[in-house]
């Protein structure tokens, strides 16, 4: 009864959800160079936009989780596109590089977060036996709009102003946005236990297990490893004699590996269990970097690309799966919003971080073997998750 049609509506409007707010996230990377010259800025001084926008999403979508378990996934992610599209359209009016933190680092980010977290939380209630398939084709969103957005903004700034082209992202995000998140609705009273209410922990009691602590520092230490590329990956291909829009396709081919990591995973996870899956894909991800380290043409580049796409399209598939089994559906959306407040110090730490570095010594090196050593702590968390069999409801 779980496995519904209306189950399966539920998945593909998040996956069109998921799919806008990070395409519009990740065509940062599109906008990086115009921002830097239209203000004279410092990669650092740009990279805090992005890292901005990550913060502010990760750190309140335990607020947008809290706000969907209360008024239901339709209302706070419809509020969360018109604030994308409002944050959009002041950016394209931005006089200097502090209003872009406002108006894209923490509107943009705010919208995120009210959409992000109900929306793929909305998911997991709905099934039992398929929910892993359907989490990992509803955060192939993700995927999606990593791979088609940024390309597509890429070659509108061919034929558009960078302002004209976030005003035309910003009307998209609101069509498009308001008419996917129109179909989201909260899971019927099906999933309640024999005393009418939803099973699982609450959001305190899931706090205090070991498994939610440990999986909460593989979050923190994994964030920087999976968010500084997004930022810096297509300036360094610039570096190396990269072309503008051969560099921007980059963010597209870690779309690319990231739709074939999430809808392969659930064979993977099926075999070796979601936490165990999780640990390799976190470790394959911090080694990933070592392509980077070695990347001088388009083809390495690419390669670095598509295979950190397969292992960060991975880890973000299995995570909500992996806290609707640990600790149930009754308060998932709140849980999962605190477990991505643990990824917001590294999503604005990481990328700036490697901005500063850059401008100091020119180069990635020191960046790229920090980042395989925060991996290993990262990998470590991970295995640790779940070794307390109490932490299950």
Known sequence: MIESRKAWVIVWATFVCLALIFGVSYSFAAFFENFAQEFAAQRADVSWIFGLCGLVYFVLGALGGLLADRWGPRVVCMLGMVLISAGLFWTSFAQSLSSIYISYGVLVGLGIAFVYTPSIAAVQPWFTKQRGLASGIASSGVGAGTLLVPLAVSYLLIAVTWREALQLMALGVLVMGLAATFFLKRAPSSNAGVSGQISGMTLKEA?????????????????????????????????SGVSD????????????????????????????????????????MGLTYLIWAMASHQLAFSVFAVVFGLSYGSIVSLLPAICMDLFGGRAVSAIIGTLYTGAALGNLLGPVWAGRVFDVDQSYNFVIWITLGVSALATFCCSRIGRDTRTHY
């Open 207 to 239: 706090l205090r297990t070991p498994s939610f602590k440990w999986l909460y520092m593989g979050a923190l230490f994994g964030s920087p490893v999976m968010f500084i590329p997004f930022a810096h990956i297509s300036a360094a291909a610039r570096d």
């Open 245 to 284: 829009s051969q560099a921007v396709a980059l963010v597209g081919l870690i779309g690319i590996g990231s739709l074939v990591g999430r809808f392969a995973i659930g064979w993977l996870a099926d075999r070796l269990g979601r936490v165990k899956t999780l640990m390799l894909m976190q470790c394959a």
